[in-house]
């Protein structure tokens, strides 16, 4: 079947980084103009021109992959010519997602692949050595960006293991200088910039002093014609973000080569510096103080930051302090200013999460009356909002269900006590068990390691071995499960009803603790605090549900206590009913 010669076609242009684009031979002006002229010579009308700066060996190429899109899109009637300067052009990975996509599209006769540079276009009826050539062409491509990047990995390993600053644009305060070292040889330098690096130390010391805060100082810096490296003058970002650089005390962040993170690295003196390390501590310390988000929480200190989970999504429901007071209708007494709403923080992941979850009517559809979204609807988590009063009253209510008097305590003292005397007994028994069997197996072990060293049987010594190496696991085993026994006659029931007093007393133990610790209890108690208020359509089809209600799951042993009928097990006791000797060997009823 003869070719059929494409009419039109697009031409993609790419380097693959900025500073590519203008070098002579790779420049994007250097190959659309090439390009160009192969297509009026071939006859081929251009329908498109897409010209990149991105790489193709990183992965990075949602551009690169709009621009073969787009090409698709254009080959759906007829067949296109896609023209690109070179093979490595197209990508350095001949299994890459976008060569598979050209192949199968090449090999359905939709598109041609047409290179410039060799003046060779692949299609469907292309001889196979010349698709193999050109894949060939794709994994050296591949194979020497590998090396390039190797390369380049191990000089920045060398230089961080040196404390020398691998390189890039110098922060604001130095100036980047070569030094002819004879021979041809520069040596690149970082050096103290003579007209701003005094304003640095300034900066610092203006804010240590606990006067100014990073708005005055950089309208100071201003007035005294300070600018940034890029010749801007200063702003207040610009001022804290100078402030938090640890590269003017001699440290400086930079990507771990092997892993990709981020880390701190040592200078070593390899550039001046420009801040006493005291003076920069000093700055972090007030930096941390005066962070507004701290200094509100500390100020506010709410109840239940971060124990409220949003029953809709499950996000987590954040406090937020009114600015002013809201009354009841039917009071007149202030309510709570304090509440708790939804962080909706699914449409973080996808924006349109909410919708597509429970549908275009629910109490968190709203319009938005600001901002570029001022008129469209949104659709945020039907969570509405709870007063922190409400919440607090659910939670007293639930320690209120485990709160139990004295008597009821002394009652567990009687049983723990009774309870432990009799698993004495049981667990005393085990032990001489278990040691009359450790003694056995002692002497077996013994005369097994002198059979073993008389033995000359090849075979028969190589069983006697595996049946050694087995008797002394078990031996361990033993020794473990001895002094798991031992341990359990050391157990202290007094302690054990001091703690049951906790679990059973958290009402007390709650009302006693300030804010932070209350949420400290309040985080061993419960597992999980569950909000739920506003209407959604939790099916498709189904009708608007109504929901209102606070839930929770306590963690052990809470969930265990809670469970147990206490008032009605201390009836059975109190009534005479107390355990027997048959039934003592029953599981207890305290773990």
Sequence with gaps: MPRIKAKKGVIIARVSTKKQAGEDRYSLPTQLERIRDYASKNEIEILEEFALAESAFKGKRKRFKNAIARAFELAYFEPLAIMFFEEDRVTRKAVS????????????????????LD????????????????????????????????KVKETIRSKLSQGLYPGGMTHTGYLNRSVDMGNGVLKKEIIADPERAPFIEKCFRLYASDKYSGKQIANILRKENFTMKTGKPPTEQDVYGILRDPFYTGKFYYRNPDTGERQLYSANGSYPELVDKVLFEKVQDLLDKNNSRSKGYEKNNFKFRGLITCGFCGCVLTPEEMSRTYKDKNSKQAQDSIYYHCTSGRTYEDPDWYRKEFGEKHSGVYVSKKGKDKGKTKYACPQKWWKESEIEEFILSKFEDMNYGEEMFDWFREVLKTDYEERVEIVKAQIISSRKELNRNEKVIGALVQNIAMETDVDLRADMKKEYTSLKEKQESLKEELEGLEAALESDTDETVSKLVFCCNLLDQYKRLDPERKRDLLSSVFIDVSAMRGECRREKKGEIEKFDYLDVEWAEPFATLFEINFEELYDQWAEGQNLTKENSMEPSLFP
């Design 119 to 150: 003046n060779k276009a692949i299609h469907k009826n292309s001889p196979p050595g010349d698709t193999l050539i050109f894949r060939i062409k794709c994994d050296v491509a591949e194979h020497e960006s590998a090396i390039r990047s190797r």
């Design 97 to 116: 997602d976008v060569m598979v996509e050209l192949e199968q599209a090449r090999e359905k006769g939709k598109i041609e692949l047409h290179f410039v």
